[in-house]
Every structure is written in structure tokens, then in C-alpha cells.
């Protein structure tokens, strides 16, 4: 995940003026040193780092900081706040053209992940929004991007505009829009050729689509890989076209993080969606409170609560309550659960969005070993109807046969049993249902 080694050393750096009862302006002098190393060592814009710094010092050390009554908790919500309105404070919205359709250019160079976040973009327009796009292959110039836009339209289901590599994308352009609104789809997205490198050509093409698309948004789409490249071809896109927002990908990759903290600095562009993945659910909008938050280690308890919602069935969820308050809970109902779960996304990303987790020791190099899950569940299936709903029933040679069953082991078998009997006592504590926990007047 980006910003490991900037949460880090921001996290070591904040913990320790946090829980002071006491701070001076050499205590805040001191952290900000650190601060500023840990940005520019995350490839932040030395001019950005300088105008943050400056910032936090002057607020920092302000009257009503070092003098409320928690002071090292004051800076660090300073902090917080500052990496938050660095990032463009308010998450920006989409637009919507009250003429529909809405056009959206989508512009940036060769390999940055253009076609591929035309994809996600139009996926996630439907899905969250309900809208219907039309996608429109306009990058004519690299060989089989035609194609590829083609097939992730046929993958999502939805229409792609063709006219082949040999029409200029300018007529494409207005061909696509015309059709567009023939076909009531609401959204237009142009996927645009790329270059390797920002020149004169690709430019004045990109103006002349400017200009008879008139679009409502142009994205420019960058790999938050190559840092302060990203931050210049930002620059440059900026400037000669005007951009609407900017969409950064490969944020799921090991980058130091430094063109998500720069790019709304130097270009004045919000960053408005993240690429986390190459799957076509693997974009996201951008909050930068959320994100200044999990640079932080406060977690990002919000992310979580909208992937849990968007994923996990409120009927079962309800039910699920009412078994585990009457312990009825079965095998059958555990898998389940592992299934929902499952479907947040990889286990080891979920935990990191919790609060403090960056504190649990040894979880950045967390593998969460998803076939030990896989296991689990093969064990659960080898079981019989009877079996998962009253598993005292499970015996050693039973135990032999879903061992074999599931290929597994006996001992990994016992283990899960095992487990499963402890988690009912934990339920049974909770609810109160146990004569002993209730004596004691709750679970321990
Ligand atoms: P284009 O030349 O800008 O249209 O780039 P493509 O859409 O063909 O993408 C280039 C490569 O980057 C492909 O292999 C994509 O799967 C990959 N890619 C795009 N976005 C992401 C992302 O957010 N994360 C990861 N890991 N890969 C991505």
C-alpha cells in the first residue's frame, strides 16, 4: 500500500508530542523537522513541504494550541488539518451537465492507466450513481487500445463508440456525443490518445476535441508511481487545457506517496477518484480528510463502514444479531460471515483502515494467508447438515472423514472445532445467555 514509509515516519513523529501535557515552541520546532524529512523523503514537492511547514509552525505555536489544555493532541489536529487542506480539503464531486449527456475527456500519457480508469470510471457511474455511459475509443494512434476499450465494454456490458483507427478523433468525438444522445446515455467518456511524453501534437489534438466536445470535466489520468513526473505532466496538462480533476492510479502500488500530496498544490487541480488495482472495481472517489487520516494512523473508519454497507447484506446482518443473541449460531452462518467478509476486499487492507493498526506490530508486513481461509471453508463444506448445526456430533472417525473430505488435516480440523466452541462461549458471554457471565456481570 502507498505512504507506508510517510505514515510511518509521520506516526513516530506525531506520537511523541501527542501525549505531552506540556509543549514549547522548540517541542513543535523539533517535530516539524521531522515532518519536513519524512515529506521530502516521500517525494513531496520541496516548495509544497516548505508552505506546509510554514503553515503548522505558525498555527502551532499559536496561543490557543500551546495553551489549551491538551496541546500535543492541538498539533497533532493541526497537523491533520493542514494534510487534509493540502490534499483539497473537500472531496469534489462529479459533474452532471443539466443537458445531458455529460462529457468527461479522459487525457494523460501512454501507460499512466487511461483506458483502463475510462473503464473503472464508467463502471463506477453506473454502479454508485446509476448512470448509463457511453464509452468512446478516440485513442486511435496506439495499437490495439481500441480494442482493449472494446473489451472492457463487452466485460461491463456496456456500449463502446468505434469508428475504427482510420476517422480523426475529433469527428469520433462529435459522432460519439451525437449518438449519445440518440441512445440517452447520460455520460460520454472519450478515452484519448497518449503519448510517451507531453508534445505539440497530442496537445493541439486534444484542444480541437476541447473544443467541439465542449466537455464537462477533463481527467487527467496519472501514475502516483512516478512522483514528481506526475506532478510535472500535471503541470503541463494544466496548463494547456485546463483540467478539471485529476485521477491518480497505481496508488495500490509501493509509491512514497509524493504526487498525491503535491499535485493539488502546484496545479490547483483536485485529485478526484484513486486507482487501487487494475480490476474494474478498483477505483474510488478521493477524501482527503480520509486519507490524511489513515496517513496518520487514525484509521479510516468511514472507508470501512461503506465497503462493509456496500457489501454486506443488512436482512442477514439482522438476522445474524438475533442468532447470535439466542447462540444459535451454526457452522452454516460462520461460513457465511467468512463470505461477506471476503468480499470487502484482501483481509490485511481491511485491517489497515482501523484505528491504531498501524500500531499492531509486524501488520505492514502482514500476509494475510487467504488459503488458510480457503481451508476453513473447505472444512465447513465437508461437514454434513446435521454436523455444522450441532458439531458435538463431530467424533474422531467423523473428524477423519472431513479431514479427507475437505483435504485438510485432522489437527487442522480440531483446531477449527476448537475455535468454533470458544467463539460460541465468547457470544454466550456477551448476551449474557451463560449463568456464570451474568454473575459476573458481563463478558471479561
Ligand atoms: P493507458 O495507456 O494510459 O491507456 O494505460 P492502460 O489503461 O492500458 O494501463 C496500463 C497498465 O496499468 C495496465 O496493465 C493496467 O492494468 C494498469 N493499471 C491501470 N490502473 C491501475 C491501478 O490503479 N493499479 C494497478 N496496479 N494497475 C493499474
Redesign the pocket.
Given at each position: 500500500m502507498a505512504f507506508e514509509g510517510l505514515a510511518d515516519r509521520l506516526q513516530n513523529t506525531i506520537q511523541k508530542i501527542r501525549g505531552k501535557g506540556k509543549v514549547n515552541e522548540a517541542d513543535v520546532k523539533e517535530m516539524m523537522r521531522d515532518v519536513k524529512l519524512a515529506l521530502l523523503e516521500a517525494d513531496v514537492n520541496f516548495k509544497v513541504v516548505r508552505e506546509f511547514v510554514k503553515k503548522v509552525s505558525e498555527r502551532a505555536v499559536g496561543q490557543e494550541v500551546l495553551k489549551s489544555l491538551t496541546p500535543g493532541q492541538q498539533v497533532v489536529k493541526v497537523v491533520k488539518e493542514e494534510l487534509t487542506d493540502l490534499m483539497g480539503g473537500e472531496q469534489s464531486k462529479i459533474a452532471v451537465s443539466n443537458r445531458p449527456p455529460t462529457v468527461i475527456m479522459m487525457v494523460?500519457l501512454?501507460?499512466?492507466?487511461?483506458?483502463?480508469?475510462t473503464g473503472k470510471l464508467a463502471n463506477l457511474l453506473r454502479k454508485k450513481y446509476n448512470r448509463s455511459p457511453l464509452l468512446v475509443a478516440a485513442d486511435i494512434y496506439?495499437p490495439a487500445?481500441i480494442k482493449?476499450l472494446e473489451t472492457l465494454g463487452k466485460q461491463l456490458s456496456m456500449p463502446v463508440f468505434s469508428l475504427g483507427d482510420q476517422v480523426s478523433p475529433v469527428e469520433i468525438a462529435k459522432q460519439a456525443i451525437a449518438k449519445a444522445k440518440e441512445d440517452h446515455n447520460d455520460y460520454v467518456l472519450i478515452d484519448t490518445a497518449?503519448r510517451l511524453h507531453v508534445d505539440e501534437a497530442l496537445m493541439d489534438e486534444l484542444k480541437q476535441i476541447k473544443e467541439l466536445s465542449n466537455p464537462d470535466e477533463i481527467f487527467l489520468?496519472v501514475d502516483a508511481m512516478t512522483g514528481q513526473d506526475a506532478v510535472n505532466v500535471a503541470e503541463s496538462f494544466n496548463e494547456q487545457l485546463g483540467l478539471t480533476g485529476v485521477v491518480l492510479?497505481?496508488?495500490?502500488?509501493d509509491t512514497r506517496g509524493g504526487a498525491a500530496l503535491s499535485i493539488r498544490s502546484v496545479t490547483n487541480t483536485p485529485i478526484k477518484f484513486v486507482?487501487?488495482?487494475?480490476k474494474m472495481d478498483?477505483l474510488e472517489p478521493f477524501h482527503p480528510e480520509r486519507m490524511a487520516s489513515r496517513i496518520l494512523g487514525m484509521g479510516d473508519v468511514l472507508t470501512l463502514i461503506e465497503k462493509a454497507q456496500a457489501n454486506v447484506d443488512e436482512e442477514k446482518a439482522k438476522e445474524l444479531q438475533q442468532k447470535i443473541r439466542t447462540a444459535n449460531f451454526t457452522f452454516d452462518d460462520f461460513l457465511d460471515q467468512l463470505g461477506q467478509v471476503r468480499k470487502m476486499g484482501p483481509l490485511e487492507d481491511i485491517l489497515k483502515m482501523m484505528p491504531g493498526a498501524n500500531k499492531i506490530k509486524g501488520l505492514n508486513n502482514l500476509q494475510i494467508d487467504e488459503k488458510q481461509i480457503t481451508h476453513v471453508e473447505a472444512i465447513i463444506q465437508s461437514m454434513t447438515k446435521e454436523e455444522k448445526i450441532h458439531p458435538e456430533l463431530i467424533n474422531a472417525s467423523r473428524r477423519r472423514r472431513i479431514a479427507k473430505g475437505s483435504g485438510t488435516s485432522v489437527p487442522e480440523v480440531n483446531r477449527l472445532l476448537k475455535q468454533f466452541e470458544d467463539m460460541k462461549k465468547m457470544m454466550k458471554q456477551m448476551t449474557g445467555m451463560s449463568p456464570k457471565g451474568k454473575k459476573k456481570g458481563g463478558f471479561k
Open positions: 494523460g501512454q501507460g499512466a492507466g487511461k483506458t483502463t480508469t496506439r487500445a482493449q497518449g489520468v492510479t497505481k496508488l495500490d502500488g486507482g487501487l488495482g487494475e478498483a
